[in-house]
Structures are given as C-alpha cells and as structure tokens.
C-alpha cells in the first residue's frame, strides 16, 4: 500500500494511457485498485477512475468488466451511496452470472443481499447464495463479509445468539483471510454486539485492537471509524479525555477523507461529550 501510494501519480497516468488505448487493461487496472483507493481515502481518485471506466467499457461482455463493476459496487457501498452500490451490484451479478465469473458473482450478490436487509425475504437468498459460492471457491476474503451482514439479518430478526455466531464465523474467516481491514470490521461488529449489552469494557478492549489493525495499515475510513466506535464505549467508561482525544481524531480522518456524513456524527459526538462532562 506504501508502495502504491508513492507510485500514485504513475498509476493515475497508466490509466489515462489505457483508457485510449487498452481497455482490458484499463478496467484490470481500475478493478486492482479499488480496495487501495477505499483504504487510503482517495475517493475522489476511486469516484473518477471507477466512473469513467466503466461508461467508456459500456457494452463490454467480459470477466474484466464484471470484475470492475463488483468492485466498483463495493467501493460506494463503503462510500455511502447505496443507490449506486446497488444499481452496479445487479449489474455485476447479471454480467458474472453469464460469464460464470464466480468471484465477481459472490461479492455482488453480497452487495444486493446487505442492501436489501430491510426486506429480509429478498436479502437472505442472495447472501446465501453469495456464502455458498464464496465456500466453494474456499475464498476466506468473500466469506467472510457474507457471515457479517447474515448477522445483521439475524440481529434484526432479534436473533442474538445467532448474530454472535455469524460474526465470530465471519472473524474467523477474515482472520484467515490475514485481511486488517476485514478483522478490524468484525472485530467492531463484534463490539456493538457487546455495547448493546453493556459490556463495555469487553467492548472497549475488542475496538482497541480493531483500531491497532486498521492503523496498522493506515486504513483512514476504518481508523476514523473505530476511534468513533471506542470513544462512544470509553464515555460510557468515564474515561472522558480518552475518548475527546480519540473523537478529535476521527473528525479529522473523516474531513481528510471527505465523509462529510460521518464527520457530522463525531462532531455530535464531542458535543455530548462536552455535554456529559458537564
């Protein structure tokens, strides 16, 4: 990732290079590089790219478009835009449907199945069917985030025992995956597992490791969030100066990275600090 980011002026010219000139390269190159955009917050680079690409391969039938727009479909899912999450997910599921592109295929379905939580009936097919393609292909990576939003289901179906469940599967496949980021997000679903129990110092001590992770590789979306997620558990604690310091530096992230809706949230957040405190 260090790596990349030095090299970001050089892939930003590949790019442009292969957009008038290779196209398989070009959506191969866009597809790669979705995950490095999200985790060092270059959305507007991701936005740009992922966007372009895919109108100028418009009418495309190949596993390099299916790929790009599966990816694509993640990157405003974890950018808020679920709209157009979905609308890319349905287009990638049709697409590796018909090219038998099982990877593209379980990470879209994954994608239509967690937008779709609020009508269960239609969520729970395609996250089964996304697990199941993911099992077989032995995909620790893709596995894992099936069992994290099939605990969301359950947890709104007020089945905690099996939410628990689904998530220390999930982490136990993340785990395997060796991916931070993944870790780091089960480890948070986890959590709020426990805060909504009270447990908050159970709680507390499962985000600090989450938040070491993501900061292990400079995950700036996950670093924000997580240091939201344990200042909210430390105001529970009492341990107030704890969590200013860790809010103050998620308002930060999140104006680096532009999430605007979040950034309003940890500003809410040190207003009923100052609140509690007083």
Known sequence: LDRLEEEIDNLRAALEWSQERDMESCLRLAGALWRFWDLRGYN????????????????????????????????????????????????????????????????ALGIEGEALLNQPLLAQPLLEEALKISEELGDHWLACTKWYVLAELANRQND??????????????????????????????????????????????????????????????????????????????????????????SRKAYEEIGHNSYLVVAICCLSYLAWVRD
């Open 44 to 107: 507007s680079d991701a936005d740009e790219w992922l966007t372009q690409s895919i109108a100028i391969s418009e009418g495309y039938r190949t596993v390099a478009r299916a790929r790009l727009l599966s990816r694509a479909s993640g990157f405003y899912r974890n950018a808020v835009d679920e709209k157009k999450s979905l609308q890319l997910a349905q287009e990638a599921s049709a697409l590796a449907r018909e090219l038998n592109d099982k990877p593209s295929l379980a990470l």
């Open 160 to 249: 905690h025992e099996m939410q628990r469940s689904r998530i220390e599967k999930g982490l136990e496949e993340a785990r395997l995956s060796k991916d931070h980021r993944r870790i780091s997000v089960g480890l948070g679903y986890l959590s709020f597992y426990y805060i909504d129990r009270g447990k908050f110092t159970q709680a507390g001590e499962i985000l600090s490791e989450g938040l070491a992770l993501a900061k292990q590789i400079g995950d700036k979306d996950n670093v924000a969030e997580r240091s939201m997620n344990l200042a909210n558990a430390y105001i529970f604690l009492e341990r107030y100066s704890e969590a200013e310091a860790l809010l103050i530096e």
